[in-house]
């Protein structure tokens, strides 16, 4: 039987830090924007998403990248990418 490798898709979103007071943790608004089915407007759509910030280096305001990893915490599941 051959083996079958699984290769899991990394996510790459960027967004703005809205909150850094917690120890290696920022929170992340990342936007997008979402078509309405029946009027086809486009709304815009926020998460505000934990991230692993090492050291504290990002602060808030600053645009950053954050990429998916390994469940790190109960709520976080991305990195901070500088």
């Known amino acids: 039987m051959a083996k079958e490798s699984t290769t899991k898709k990394i996510k790459v979103l960027r967004g703005t830090v809205v909150s850094d007071k ?11 924007f ?15 998403i934990k991230a692993h910030n090492p050291g504290n280096r990002a602060k808030e305001g600053d645009i950053v990248s954050i990429r998916s990893t390994r469940p790190l915490s109960k709520d976080k599941h991305f990195e901070i990418v500088f």
């Open 22 to 32: 917690m120890q290696d943790t920022a929170v992340v608004a990342v936007s997008r």
């Open 34 to 48: 979402v078509k309405h089915s029946k009027y086809k407007k486009y709304l815009k759509r926020t998460a505000r």
